[in-house]
C-alpha cells in the first residue's frame, strides 16, 4: 500500500523556521508533481507550493520569498523549508502527490510566541 509520511511539524515562534518532510513509498515518486498544502482551523486547504519531478516550483502568494520546497527522488522524499514564520502560517500541512491523488496524514505547525 502506497503511504506518504509527513514529518517535521511542532511548535515555533514568530520569524523561526521549521522544515518539514514527505517520505514516499510510490514506486514511481521521482516522476510525479508533489504538494504541500495547509489547512488552518476554521479554513479550507489551500495549495502552499508545488515542485514537478525537475524541480519546477510553484509557490502560494502567501509563502513567496519565506518557503522552499525541494525533492530528493533518490530518498523518495519531499521537503518544505519554511523561514519567517509568522503566526498565521499555523495550520496542519500536508504532503500531496498530484498525481495519485494521495495525501499524507498531515503535520501539525504551530507559530507562537
Known amino acids: 500500500q502506497v503511504q506518504l509520511v509527513e514529518s517535521g511539524g511542532g511548535l515555533v515562534q514568530p520569524g523561526g523556521s521549521l522544515r518539514l518532510s514527505c517520505t514516499s513509498s510510490?514506486?514511481?515518486?521521482?516522476?510525479?508533481?508533489m504538494g504541500w498544502y495547509r489547512q488552518a482551523p476554521g479554513k479550507q486547504r489551500e495549495l502552499v507550493a508545488t515542485?514537478?519531478?525537475?524541480?519546477?516550483?510553484n509557490y502560494a502568494d502567501s509563502v513567496k520569498g519565506r518557503f522552499t520546497i525541494s525533492r530528493d527522488n533518490a530518498k523518495k522524499m519531499a521537503h518544505l523549508q519554511m523561514n519567517s514564520l509568522k503566526p498565521e502560517d499555523t495550520a496542519v500541512y500536508y504532503c500531496n502527490d498530484l498525481f495519485t491523488g494521495l495525501w499524507g496524514q498531515g503535520t501539525r505547525v504551530t507559530v507562537s510566541s
Open positions: 515542485i514537478t519531478s525537475i524541480g519546477g516550483t
Open positions: 510510490e514506486t514511481f515518486f521521482s516522476i510525479h508533481i
